[in-house]
């Protein structure tokens, strides 16, 4: 049975998450700033489609990116070192999460809806989730041609979508992420779900409590909120 919470109740324990759907902890509650940052700092992170409540997850086992352990295949690091592109951070965080949630695919939706957008716009704004963007020159001017966006809590980053326009623009700003975390000491990033793709890029799968422990020691240590435009 899934606990449903109210805007003012706290998560249940991670032992209660469901195994089927893989997960699935918990219904209900808010995503005020508050709850959204406790919920990072658990290893919880909301999904959910529109129409549906607000559902809460934490997947056993995890995957994640040690920024140590990043993949930059031959052909990649050929295209990182082309001169086409600019990245940019933290410039255009709801343009970002708008690219990420538009469909993929004939008949694709998408699960980053308005409450989502405002939710984790109001996140940037206090300096908890950034934005790291691939520009390149188009028909009108400079364009918007991929990026991703996260949540930054200590020293863990905690990926939550990214997009591509065109060929490789969302490695290369993955690529740039992974340098500015090394930069500034990062322990991990989060990738939440195993995929071949993330697999391919160094990603790796370890158990819910491995990646628990992990956080509890990344993101106590310092961290002043801010943007990360200069990164």
């Known amino acids: 049975m899934i606990p449903w919470l109210q805007p003012t109740t706290a998560f249940p324990p991670l032992e209660q998450a469901l195994t089927e759907p893989n997960g699935l902890l ?3 509650g808010d995503l005020s700033s508050r709850r959204l940052l406790e919920a990072y700092r658990r290893g919880i992170f909301p999904w959910f489609n529109e ?4 559902l809460w997850w934490s997947p056993d086992p995890r995957m994640v990116l040690f920024p140590e352990e990043f993949k930059i ?3 990649l690091k050929k295209r990182l070192a082309r001169a086409d592109y600019e990245v940019r951070v933290d410039t255009a965080f709801t343009r970002v999460m708008r690219e990420c949630a538009a469909p993929r695919g004939e008949g694709g939706g998408t699960w980053i809806g308005e409450p989502m957008i405002a939710a984790y716009g109001e996140l940037h704004e206090a300096g908890y989730a950034h934005a790291f963007e691939t520009w390149m020159d188009g028909k009108d001017g400079e364009e918007l041609v991929g990026g991703l966006y996260g949540v930054a ?3 863990a ?3 939550e979508s990214m997009f591509s326009r065109k060929t490789d623009a969302s490695k290369i700003a993955l690529a740039h992420l ?3 975390l090394r930069q500034r000491g990062f322990g991990l990033i989060d990738c939440q779900m195993k995929t071949a793709h993330l697999a391919s890029l160094g990603a790796r799968a370890i158990t819910r409590g491995e990646f628990s422990r992990l956080l509890a020691e ?3 240590q310092a961290h002043t909120p801010g943007p990360w435009s200069g990164a």
């Open 157 to 159: 980053f905690f990926g």
């Open 26 to 28: 918990a219904a209900g």
């Open 51 to 54: 129409g549906e409540p607000i």
């Open 153 to 155: 809590l200590g020293r």
């Open 73 to 75: 295949s031959r052909s």
């Open 218 to 220: 990344l993101t106590p």
């Open 178 to 180: 992974v340098a500015a």
